[in-house]
Nanobody, 123 residues
Framework: QVQLVESGGGLVQAGGSLRLSCAAS??????????MGWFRQAPGKEREFVAG??????YYADSVKGRFTISRDNAKKTVYLQMDSLKPEDTAVYYC????????????????WGQGTQVTVSA
């Protein structure tokens, strides 16, 4: 089983920046082979896709394009999300997962999640 541990969240003012990290572990988990992604869930809302990264392609939700940057370090089995120009509507718990394409959208491959990391953006 793959373990996913998110970190780096916090409280920031609108216009500020945060960098999230997601460390993956698992004895048979070949991190570099998988497309990794970030999701977020705001209070009272469904979890939504934010960004994804395969070995050669980047994918972003329209709401974060130009402000967020996803990257990865395969040697460290870690995926990052650099978030700039943050807005109050970015406030949510952020999660990472392996992602797959399904029904025309990006979906989590695994049906379990880490604890997530809280991002709160004040106006």
């Amino acid at each position: 089983q793959v373990q996913l541990v998110e970190s780096g969240g916090g409280l920031v003012q609108a216009g500020g920046s945060l960098r999230l990290s997601c460390a993956a572990s698992g004895r048979t988990f070949t991190f570099s082979s998988f497309t990794m992604g970030w999701f977020r869930q705001a209070p009272g809302k469904e979890r939504e896709f934010v960004a994804g990264l395969s070995w050669n392609n980047l994918y972003y939700a329209d709401s974060v394009k130009g402000r967020f940057t996803i990257s990865r370090d395969n040697a460290k089995k870690t995926v990052y999300l650099q978030m700039d120009s943050l807005k109050p509507e970015d406030t949510a718990v952020y999660y990472c997962n392996v992602i797959k394409r399904g029904g025309g959208r990006w979906e989590p491959l695994y049906d379990y999640w880490g604890q997530g990391t809280q991002v709160t953006v004040s106006a």
